[in-house]
């Protein structure tokens, strides 16, 4: 498996609270996704970063902030959580060949996932 | 962005039997890739499909793309205890670095 660690595992908070999570590589990929996964809508993309300090929202991204300050880390923060961002959390992380995207294996590689439970 | 639907969303499946999971697409896609997900884990990828109409194998497992690069499956024969877990299908756009991931479908095999 690639080298990629998420922090915490697990959490469980109170509504209202801040939250960090922090995903971390050791791979030198470029880019990195922040997704959650829920029963019966697979994975959906929160915010990706194509590099330090780049970065953009996904189709869930509302309650949502990233920040990549180096290349090896990606946190996501929700600034006040809710019931609602229960959640499982996996980071992902990719990079491509110089042959360009659309030829290229671009692969995602997956960190453990954060089990967040917000009450 | 696309949006991916893959059907069905669960798959029961006797050991020994073949099935298949379909996905998909609203636009045309740059290509689309297979994950697989085991209880409890993480998505791992399986592979990427980029031409027009490819057909990959990987052991019991028979990845398509279809012509208009807008629609995929995977099919897996004599399905065995090890094949259980979330199959996902995950389309890429044009010139996009992000993929757009369909429900998935999660198999659960009988002995």
């Known amino acids: 498996d690639a080298g990629i660690t998420q922090s915490p595992r697990h959490k469980v908070t109170e509504t209202g609270t801040p939250v960090t999570l922090r995903c971390h590589q050791t791979?030198?990929?470029?880019?990195m996704y922040w997704y959650r996964q829920d029963p019966g809508h697979g994975l959906r993309l929160i915010h990706y970063?194509?590099?330090?300090?780049?970065?953009d929202k996904g189709e869930v991204s509302d309650g949502y902030s990233v920040s990549r300050s180096k290349t090896e880390d990606f946190l996501l923060t929700l600034e006040s959580a809710t019931s609602s961002q229960t959640s499982v959390y996996f980071c992902?992380?990719?990079?491509?060949?110089?042959?360009?995207?659309?030829?290229?294996?671009?692969?995602?590689?997956f960190g453990p996932g954060t089990r967040l439970t917000v009450l | 962005g696309q949006q991916v639907m893959q059907i069905p969303q669960y798959q029961h499946v006797q050991e020994g039997e073949d099935f298949t999971t379909y996905c998909n697409s609203s636009?045309?896609?740059?290509?689309i890739q297979w994950y697989k997900q085991r209880p409890g884990g993480h998505p791992v990828f399986l592979i990427q499909?980029?031409?027009?109409?490819e057909v990959k194998k990987q052991k019991r497992l028979t990845f398509q793309f279809g012509e208009a690069k807008k629609n995929s499956s995977l099919h897996i024969t004599a399905t065995q205890t090890t094949d259980v877990g979330t199959y996902f299908c995950a389309g890429q756009g044009p010139n996009d670095y992000k993929l757009s991931f369909g429900a998935g479908t999660t198999v659960t095999v009988r002995a």
């Open positions: 499909l980029v031409k027009s109409g």
């Open positions: 992902a992380i990719s990079d491509f060949g110089l042959a360009g995207v659309l030829s290229s294996y671009n692969e995602q590689f």
């Open positions: 970063s194509y590099g330090v300090k780049d970065t």
């Open positions: 636009t045309t896609l740059s290509n």
């Open positions: 791979e030198n990929h470029r880019y």
